[in-house]
Structures are given as structure tokens and as C-alpha cells.
């Protein structure tokens, strides 16, 4: 299956062998090759950083965005923890910490802001509900245009090796 700006991939019944996957991948080779070269999007270019730098810039990045639209939600942040989380781009703990991903520095700023944005909303309401959407949605309008930009580029980042 070749979707835009994913990596290609080979559905098969269970227990194929090797031998047959790899028999099936020359035999479409060719049509393969052609996928590819249509496929419109062939990724992001992301710059080149050190996870240090990377660092540095997601903890300034989040602290003007948290300067910014903290006030404007009427809440206040305890802590601010930057990580490499494989799995998600920010999290709130009840304790009124928030953590992010340095990797949302790779992402485009109105991507990252969204990111911020949904934390801070869940210093107001901790679950997904229909107010908590409601508050992101008076943040950032369009907001589930950014969320879609993470379902599809996600991965992109998370697989992005510093230099
Ligand atoms: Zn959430």
C-alpha cells in the first residue's frame, strides 16, 4: 500500500514466508518504483539539530507559547518538563505539570501551538470532553486541521534522528 508522504507497505496473510514476501517485492518492483515516483509528497525536510538543540529551542518555543495563551485560559503552570516521548506530543499531570516532546520543534509553529494549547485546556478540564474541545476550539480555530497534520507527519518526527 502506498500512501502519501508513508512509507510503503506490504499487507500479506499470516505465516507468509520470507521467501514468498520477498519473491512478491521483485516481481512488483517495477510498479512499486512508479508509486513512488507519483506519490506527491515525499516527506518533510526537517532541519538538521542535535537533540541538545532541539531541547533548548522546544523549551523556549513552549515557554512563549505558555506566556502567551496561559493567561488567555486563565491557568497557571507549575512546572514545564521537556522529553523524548516516543508516543505522545505533550501530557498534563494533575499535579499541573506539562511535558512535551522536544521533537514538536520540527513541527510547523501553528502544529506546535495546538500541541501547547491542548495541555493548558487540560489544566481546566483533565478529559476529552465536549467542554474540553469547546475551550481548544476558542484557542485555536483551526484546530483539527493540526491535529490532522500530526495523524499524518507524526511519525515523520518521531522517526527523525538528531544529527
Ligand atoms: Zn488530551
Known amino acids: 500500500m502506498v500512501a502519501p508522504g508513508r512509507p510503503p507497505e506490504v499487507v500479506v496473510p499470516l505465516r507468509t ?3 514468498t514476501i520477498r519473491a512478491l517485492l521483485d516481481q512488483h ?3 512499486l518504483a512508479r508509486q513512488l515516483a507519483r506519490a506527491p509528497e515525499r516527506g518533510l525536510t526537517l532541519e538538521a539539530m542535535t537533540e541538545r538543540q532541539g531541547r533548548t529551542r522546544a523549551r523556549a518555543l513552549v515557554h512563549k507559547l505558555i506566556a502567551e495563551e496561559a493567561p488567555r485560559l486563565g491557568v497557571t503552570v507549575t512546572r514545564i518538563a521537556i522529553r523524548d516521548q516516543r508516543t505522545r ?3 498534563c499531570s494533575s499535579r499541573g505539570t506539562l511535558s512535551f516532546n522536544w521533537r514538536l520543534v520540527l513541527a510547523p509553529p501553528e502544529v506546535a501551538g495546538y500541541v501547547v494549547v491542548h495541555e493548558l485546556c487540560h489544566l481546566r478540564e483533565p478529559s476529552h470532553s465536549p467542554r474540553f474541545w ?3 476550539a476558542g484557542a485555536r480555530p ?3 486541521e493540526q491535529r490532522r497534520w500530526l495523524a499524518e507527519h507524526g511519525w515523520e518526527l518521531q522517526a527523525y ?3
Open 161 to 163: 534522528t538528531p544529527s
Open 17 to 19: 514466508s520470507e521467501w
Open 29 to 31: 518492483e517495477g510498479w
Open 134 to 136: 469547546r475551550l481548544v
Open 89 to 91: 506530543w505533550g501530557s
Open 142 to 144: 483551526g484546530y483539527s
